[in-house]
């Protein structure tokens, strides 16, 4: 697996930022077991969009799971861009980390690297507060991406800001108010991201097939069930993944070892014979 590392300058962010990418390397068993060399134009490969944490950034998937070498066994590229606390938004007093993440960024790395443009080869997911953006992203453009994970996530952020951050109906959180604003800036618009999926849903459009996996101990639990139970009501097909566990980064190399299974990978090389 070639592990890289891209400082990158960002026009909507106005500066440089970092993003790690793991990209599928040639093995020694790959020519036999796809007849040709893998290093030519016209082989991309399906790619995770991955997402880290609140305070976290985008070396932390590498250095505290085993998703480098999940990745590699199931022939898949790994995209881990920084966000740190902005909860993936266009920040109200801040950069627009919502617009980076989501358009330019992948712009910039489509035409760098070998990565699959299709809606069926292109998933999203995060833990935390990564969680909550896999979902904002997915929910908002749904057409992009065939599956969608979140692991122990910050999912129902108008809630989540109402119950732990707000006091005689003023958010008191300083995080939240530089991503929001206040508490109605993240209610029935495209920051909300169950509203999002509901509003979709009911105007027929085909949202990605969706995962959740909560620990049983996780302080985010009951607004992962909550979600559960929105979704349930509206109709709206979820995998349901809960395990012994908490807030923390052995309960995540599980869980997004459980995302890749379940998603259906191809666990190969997309080769585009007409090129090759």
Request: charged share 20%; with cysteine; proline share 4%.
């Amino acid at each position: 697996m070639a592990l890289i590392e891209l400082t990158l300058q960002s026009r909507v962010l106005s500066g440089t930022t970092t993003v790690w990418v793991s990209v599928p390397e040639e093995t020694g068993g790959d020519r036999q077991r796809f007849g040709q060399g893998l290093y030519q134009p016209g082989v991309t490969y399906q790619t995770l969009w991955l997402l880290h944490g609140g305070g976290d950034d985008c070396s932390c998937w590498f250095r505290y799971t085993n998703v480098e070498r999940y990745a590699n066994e199931r022939k898949l590229i790994v995209v881990c861009p920084s966000a740190y606390l902005s909860c993936y938004a266009d920040m109200h007093y801040g950069p627009k980390y919502y617009t980076w993440v989501t358009e330019e960024l992948p712009q910039i790395l489509r035409w760098m690297l070998p990565i699959s443009p299709r809606r069926e080869d292109n998933f999203v997911a995060g833990l935390s507060m990564g969680g909550y953006g896999a979902l904002k992203w997915a929910f908002n453009q749904p057409e992009r991406f065939a599956a969608v994970g979140t692991f122990c996530g910050a999912v129902d952020m108008p809630a989540i800001i109402r119950a732990n951050h707000m006091k005689d109906g003023v958010v008191t959180d300083n995080n939240f108010v530089l991503a929001f604003g206040d508490d109605k800036a993240v209610e029935h618009n495209e920051a909300d991201a169950l509203y999002m999926a509901e509003q979709q849903h009911a105007a027929g459009v085909a949202l990605p097939r969706i995962f959740c996996s909560v620990g049983s101990q996780d302080f985010t639990y009951r607004f992962n069930a909550g979600m559960r139970e929105r979704f349930a009501a509206a109709g709206i097909d979820m995998t349901w993944d809960e395990h012994p566990g908490g807030h923390e980064w052995g309960y995540w190399d599980g869980a997004v070892l459980r995302f890749m299974d379940w998603a259906g990978l191809k666990r190969a090389p997309i080769i585009d014979k007409e090129v090759c």
